[in-house]
């Protein structure tokens, strides 16, 4: 039995994995970044009921609910777990908090050799065993009507709000112990390493059928400490995370935010997809590596503040720029803000949907 044939028996909507793999798609796919989340009033309604985000996360029928909420509004092709990228952090025994207004913070944060020293590499089948459940509970939910994304945070950005303690503006703490500590800071990232892959892998055991991961802080080093510090780590991931399950290839997506001038180095990693900000043309992207990986993205996500016509426009313009042919996953260039009317997001999928099969020959 061939690839294909799996793919299309096991989910009645495959567009995804085709086009991550790069196979023919009669539609360009869609997901969008923050798909679940605070623009749906569905979703306030939820974390209104719930005493704070983290145990919204840590109660797999909640998650489980809260993933489900935008498929429900629109004909989206993947749905993603509703997760957060710092409960590895958490499960490492830092105290993870979110305070209203201010985002997520840690009780007892990273600031030198000896408390990386003192770090474990948590057992995700028990520390983070809310987190299989939830992915087991989506997959009996979506019966197949569409694959389900699983995620963690890359090792460099991981480091960056362990050592801050939080969200930072000018990552002076992080990258004051990577250039005075750097045999420390190499220990840290090794260590998350090895506990994002073995959650990873968790997660494609429990169900998940394509796997992202988000180096969103990548882009705040240099080319030299980037090559350094975060895309060796990407590497070990991608190399050591189960490819294959129940039957079918697990893709793998890399998004390094305002990474643009590691793309070649990105695809080179042995991924299959390589997700981009608003910043570079599609069109770019994929003269550059189109032909080894297939391309995410990118709409600024502003976009979705404009009118109705205006978004239509750009889901236009971004279609025309990747052109004919699979390989493209639309997408925003990052998460979708708050503040976008729910249905501006319907326009966006309804455009994706109805502009793109005249860059397609069907399956």
Not at 31 to 47: C, D, N, S, T, V
Not at 139 to 159: C, N
Not at 244 to 263: A, D, M, R, S, Y
Not at 290 to 317: F, K, W, Y
Request: glycine content about 8%.
């Amino acid at each position: 039995m061939d690839s294909d044939h799996i793919i299309m028996k096991s989910l009645q909507n495959d567009r995804l994995l085709r086009a991550l793999q790069r196979q023919a798609v009669d539609v360009t796919p869609i997901w969008i970044m923050r798909q679940a989340g605070r623009y749906l009033p569905e979703y306030r309604e939820i974390r209104a009921r719930v005493k704070d985000f983290l145990t919204l996360c840590q109660t797999p029928e909640l998650a489980c609910e809260v993933t489900l909420q935008p498929l429900r509004r629109f004909p989206l092709d993947a749905a993603i777990l509703f997760s957060d990228i710092l409960t590895i952090p958490d499960a490492m025994g830092l105290g993870l908090y979110f305070s209203e207004g201010e985002g997520p913070s840690f009780e007892r944060p990273i600031r030198n050799a000896s408390d990386i020293k003192h770090l474990g590499v948590p057992d995700p089948h028990e520390t983070l065993r809310y987190v299989m459940d939830a992915v087991t509970l989506i997959r009996q939910e979506l019966d197949g009507r569409v694959p389900l994304i699983g995620f963690a945070g890359s090792p460099w950005t991981l480091a960056t709000y362990m050592v801050e303690g939080g969200t930072t503006k000018n990552f002076s703490l992080v990258k004051g112990l990577m250039f005075e500590q750097p045999v420390a800071m190499h220990t840290l990232l090794d260590k998350l390493t090895q506990a994002i892959t073995a959650y990873l892998n968790a997660q494609i055991a429990a169900g998940v059928q394509v796997i992202m991961i988000f180096d969103t802080w990548g882009g705040i080093l240099t080319t030299r400490d980037y090559l350094d510090f975060s895309l060796p780590y990407l590497q070990q991931i991608v190399t050591n995370l189960i490819r294959e399950h129940e039957g079918q290839t697990i893709p793998v997506i890399l998004f390094t935010k305002e990474g643009n001038e590691w793309l070649e180095a990105l695809a080179g990693t042995g991924c299959d997809a390589v997700g981009l900000d608003w910043k570079l043309p599609i069109g770019i992207a994929r003269k550059r590596i189109g032909h080894q990986v297939a391309l995410q993205g990118n709409m600024d996500p502003c976009i979705l503040q404009a009118s109705p016509a205006r978004i239509r426009e750009e889901v236009a313009t971004i279609l025309a720029s990747f052109g004919s042919g699979s390989g493209h996953v639309f997408n925003l260039g990052h998460g979708i803000h708050p503040q976008v009317n729910p249905e501006h997001v319907k326009v966006l999928v309804e455009a994706v949907h109805t502009l793109s099969p005249a860059y397609h020959v069907s399956p």
